[in-house]
């Protein structure tokens, strides 16, 4: 039988966790009746509010993502009907601006940012070593010695690896 390393992992509660969280953000929305509506479209789509208009690569920058991931972040989007594409300023550009229909619920979504923002702050407060400490504390560690750095060491006397 081969052992299954999956079994056991670090980050999965964290993965779960996030992913329960973003559920409950989507039952927020859902019971808004703003429908159609992903949690990670938000981020692009205050953004497109706030700054107008952007081609995908200035959108992705923006909001720290790959363009690839950007690109299909906004494919969705656009058959969801929250954005919609045009001609950027050159041939391989596309600009990327809301719709209607995103313009009538972009203050709704501010709130609703802005709502999640304060809870997360009071979750925080309620536990002894919150979240954001967690993640300043780890970004510090891998400015040291990078993740993949800490892999390799890891790997490097493993024979399954070889």
Same mark, same amino acid.
């Given at each position: ?69 950007? *690109?299909?972040? =906004? @494919?969705?989007?656009?058959? +969801? ?5 045009? %001609?950027?300023?050159? #041939? ?39 979240? *954001?400490?967690? =993640? @300043?504390?780890?970004?510090? +560690? ?5 993740? %993949?750095?800490?892999? #390799? ?10």
């Amino acid at each position: 039988m081969v052992i299954d390393p999956t079994e056991s992992s670090a980050w999965r509660p964290l993965r779960l966790l996030q992913a329960a969280m973003d559920a409950d953000i989507a039952r927020v929305y859902a019971d808004a009746q703003i429908d159609g509506l992903k949690p990670s479209f938000v981020l692009p789509l205050l953004r497109l509010n706030a700054q107008g208009p952007l081609t995908i690569t200035e959108l992705a920058q923006s909001v720290q993502q790959t363009h690839s991931a950007m *690109s299909q972040k =906004v @494919a969705a989007m656009r058959a +969801a009907g929250w954005v919609r594409t045009g %001609a950027g300023p050159d #041939a391989r550009s596309k600009k990327v601006d809301l719709t209607t229909k995103a313009r009538r619920v972009a203050g709704r979504l501010a709130a609703e940012w802005q709502a999640t923002e304060a809870a997360i702050t009071d979750l925080e407060a309620e536990i002894p070593y919150p979240l *954001s400490r967690v =993640v @300043a504390d780890i970004e510090q +560690a891998l400015r040291r010695k990078s993740f %993949a750095d800490r892999i #390799a060491e890891k790997l490097a006397d493993d024979p399954a690896w070889h």
